[in-house]
């Protein structure tokens, strides 16, 4: 079996999926993309097909380390993200020649379901309290909200006020037993970091997501280490060498490696099993399509740690097309009781609607991140 062909769709509403061929006609696909980026990570797959075509897919451990160790720059969100996605579609073709799933691949799985959560507000909510009370309506057990809007390094206690009344509008919404995630989205410093955490303290909160950025982790351990909820991060790591120096601070309760910009299924189960030998939760990020969700559930089923797990149906991002749209059979992804199956079907356990992907494809996206600012015109972090 040899590599044939890579084709990248960059699909609506902002996601990025990979094609690959081989010579005996068996297809897998990935979603390596970053969000904003979608173009640039494509560009990134077309160099990286160089190393690709015409050897075999199934060597995926080898193709990984030519693709990571091939450059000589190495790392980094572009280049892990273009690895994700041919890691994962290498995966799918190796499940399909053998019919199995991943996770049969993996060792076998370790649960036959997993908890999701649903997204409940956009970045200035206004109605989280109602949008949490339907979720758990539809069956979801956990809801994730953002938790602040823009936040200068010292800034007013209205803000912090604010941000403590959505969060206690949707504990009352949905009572004591659901677990509410509230994401910081590295808008905050460290500064703000306490007061931001002191507020919310009261409402028994599930985790609270990127308090500070990763990159500002180290000089806020003394704020972190104090903090009474969990603590949560990781979408932007890219690598278990990232990763590996996180858990090394000892602040981090639960891990949130993107598969689609980790390294794919190979090295985010790595990533996981360094969290577990640190008493470590993870809880995969993905706000992405189905191909991503898919990939999280594979690992999801062989990775003991593995909390909860992120989807984006309904998130608001996705206006134009949905999680489902780009499937044959929407059933694969049933929630019920605040659970979704793990996916029993071979390789990624999916199947992509290809003429749809085909088609959505000619109107693609040039999606991009929204630009805030401060009142005195300086740029925010969004």
């Given at each position: ?22 010579d ?54 572009i ?9 994962q ?9 053998l019919?199995?799933?991943?996770h049969d691949?993996?060792?076998?799985r ?23 009370r ?170 003991h ?38 996916p ?39």
């Open positions: 079996m040899k590599i044939v062909k890579l084709t990248t769709y960059l699909v609506p509403p902002r996601w990025c999926f990979l094609r690959i061929e081989t005996d006609g068996v297809v897998g696909w990935g979603e390596p993309v970053v969000e904003g980026r979608a173009a640039t990570v494509a560009a990134a797959v077309e160099e990286l097909s160089d190393y690709l075509i015409g050897q075999d897919p199934r060597r995926i451990n080898d193709l990984w380390q030519v693709m990571y160790r091939g450059g000589f720059y190495r790392g980094g969100p280049l892990m993200s273009a690895i994700a996605g041919i890691d579609a290498l995966w799918d073709i190796k499940g399909k020649a019919g199995l799933p991943v691949l993996l060792g076998g370790v649960r036959d379901r997993i908890g999701v959560y649903s997204w409940i507000g956009g970045d200035r909510p206004s109605d989280t309290a109602d949008a949490a339907g979720a758990v309506e539809r069956g979801f057990r956990a809801v994730k909200m953002n938790g602040t809007e823009e936040m200068a390094y010292i800034d007013t206690r209205d803000k912090v006020a604010h941000a403590a009344e959505n969060v206690a509008a949707v504990r009352e919404a949905v009572g004591g037993n659901v677990g509410i995630g509230v994401d910081f989205h590295g808008r905050v410093h460290r500064p703000m970091v306490k007061p931001l955490l002191r507020a919310l303290e009261p409402y028994d909160l599930m985790f609270v997501e990127e308090p500070v950025l990763t990159e500002n982790l180290g000089p806020s351990l003394d704020v972190l280490r104090g903090a009474p909820m969990p603590i949560a991060l990781g979408e932007r790591k890219y690598s278990r060498w990232d990763f590996r120096d996180i858990l090394a601070l000892g602040v981090v309760d639960i891990l949130q490696p993107d598969p689609c910009h980790s390294g794919g299924i190979t090295e985010t189960v790595k990533i996981a099993a360094m969290a577990e030998a640190h008493d470590v939760a993870i809880a995969l990020h993905c706000p992405l399509g189905p191909i991503a969700l898919a990939t999280c559930l594979q690992i999801d089923a062989v990775s740690n593995a909390a909860i797990q992120e989807q984006s149906l309904g998130i608001q991002y996705n206006t134009n097309n949905d999680l489902l749209d780009y499937l044959v059979d929407p059933s694969v992804f049933a929630y019920s009781d605040g659970a979704v199956d793990i029993l079907g071979p390789g990624l356990g999916i199947e992509i609607d290809e003429e749809y992907v085909a088609e959505r494809a000619k109107e693609g996206h040039r999606w991009r991140n929204p630009i805030w600012r401060h009142a005195d015109g300086s740029v925010a972090e969004w």
